[in-house]
């Protein structure tokens, strides 16, 4: 569910009209919903009522400010993946003791940052980052809790370009392995071992590869245990997907997801992280860009936007499905056409849909591009020389800019000319 609606023939986020804040602000933007954002962290604390757990948002999701402000207030830990992400939890007021570091590439120096900042723990990858951590920890005088990360060889069933749990994949350490880096985990200096971590993928729209990998999981924990460590943390990652088409059958609910941890994992007395990220922002963004041309080819017809894929490129990375709809609601009736959705970029990949079936456009028209608030923003650039595009943050009849879109001047005082070049 969302908080993006037609009403009285115009789309709305929550009670501002999306055409009022492109007046205001231009386009493109990514615009968010504070209600929608509260709504889907509030099921997953629903998901898991009774259960010991904590909810960590996997900002990589979607990780401006106030966004995360948002998730902080309601109590989220947050999952971060560089030592950037750290900075902005720490900067959105989530306090160390719910900020989860993952990552198969952890440096020295964040290790250190995070030691000295807090830090729940490290989500550790493999054997010689375990060994770095362990040195650094020694050489700051502190102790790095830890949970390792097995890979269960599980096939998720999603994109190949986001799964992360079968044994081809370059993540965490062979299930099969486990005890042998537990126990090598336990002799070091400066570690204590504190949990188990899993993560299959992103985008999952079956239960069952998660029955399979907790289920794997839970047989580790019981060996590990007797093995004589504390295991008193289960994370168990994210990776819930949504529906990016509205004709499509949903993916299995956070209730549903709740049941299977309950059913495998629910009765180790262990404390359940979980790390949901797209699950959360996904649905709560929009992306709205306006109509450049019309252009009529040789058998198809192009629809040009003045957003490309430097803002949103899920589409030219995963070949990922995005619902396109006007800001103005199309009357009864009216017989849509086959339209090839492009961006300015010049690049033949710069294409969001090819033939999508689209109410009559004309140049000056707003669209809005559904469940962008997710891998959209994060993941963009200035591909192009063009601009990042500013975020809006939505709350009831208000809105604010919480991500400007920076002018070129600003753009090109980045650069420096070199002595030689004056």
């Not at 570091?101 to 940052?113: A, D, L, Q, W």
């Not at 986001?162 to 350490?173: L, Q």
């Not at 899993?198 to 999981?217: K, M």
């Not at 990949?349 to 962008?372: C, E, I, K, M, Y």
Request: with cysteine; proline share 6%; aromatic share 6%.
């Amino acid at each position: 569910m969302d908080h993006f609606l037609y009403r009285d023939g115009q789309l709305m986020a929550e009670d501002v009209p999306l055409a009022e804040i492109a007046a205001q602000v231009g386009t493109p933007f990514y615009v968010y919903s504070t209600a929608t954002l509260e709504r889907h962290y509030r099921v997953f604390q629903e998901a898991l009522d009774g259960l010991d757990h904590l909810i960590c948002y996997a900002m990589k999701a979607n990780s401006n400010q106030a966004v995360l402000r948002t998730l902080a207030r309601l109590g989220a830990g947050m999952d971060v993946v560089s030592g950037g992400e750290y900075a902005r939890a720490q900067a959105a007021g989530v306090p160390g003791a719910r900020i989860v570091f993952s990552g198969v590439g952890k440096t020295e120096g964040e290790m250190r940052t995070a030691l000295t900042g807090g830090i729940r723990q490290f989500n550790v990858e493999s054997e010689p980052e375990l060994e770095l951590l362990s040195r650094v920890a020694v050489a700051i005088g502190a102790t790095a809790p830890i949970a390792i990360r097995v890979n269960p060889d599980v096939d998720a069933r999603t994109h190949a370009k986001i799964a992360t749990g079968k044994s081809e994949n370059k993540f965490g350490i062979p299930i099969a392995r486990a005890r042998e880096v537990y126990a090598r985990a336990a002799a070091l200096p400066g570690i204590a071992v504190v949990g188990v971590d899993v993560h299959i993928g992103s985008q999952l729209t079956e239960l069952e590869p998660y029955r399979a990998a907790f289920t794997r999981v839970a047989e580790l924990v019981r060996a590990l245990r007797a093995d004589g460590h504390r295991i008193g943390r289960i994370d168990l990652g994210g990776g819930l997907g949504i529906p990016y088409e509205a004709s499509n059958t949903a993916p299995p609910l956070p209730f549903d997801y709740g049941r299977v941890v309950r059913e495998t994992v629910g009765d180790l007395d262990a404390e359940i992280e979980i790390e949901p990220g797209r699950l959360i922002a996904g649905n709560a963004g929009l992306l709205v860009s306006k109509v450049i041309y019309v252009k009529h080819g040789e058998g198809r017809d192009f629809l040009i936007l003045d957003a490309a894929m430097n803002d949103l490129v899920r589409p030219a990375m995963y070949d990922a499905h995005h619902d396109i709809v006007p800001l103005v609601e199309p009357a009864p009736g009216v017989a849509p056409r086959p339209m090839d959705v492009v961006g300015p970029v010049c690049e033949t990949g710069d294409t969001f849909a090819r033939a999508r079936n689209l109410p009559p456009l004309a140049a000056g028209d707003l669209v809005a591009f559904r469940s962008a608030g997710a891998y959209g923003a994060v993941m963009a650039s200035e591909y192009n020389s063009r601009p990042l595009v500013p975020e809006v943050l939505v709350r009831g009849d208000q809105f604010a800019v919480v991500r400007a879109r920076p002018s070129f001047d600003e753009m090109l005082s980045r650069d420096t000319i070199p002595h030689w070049l004056e």
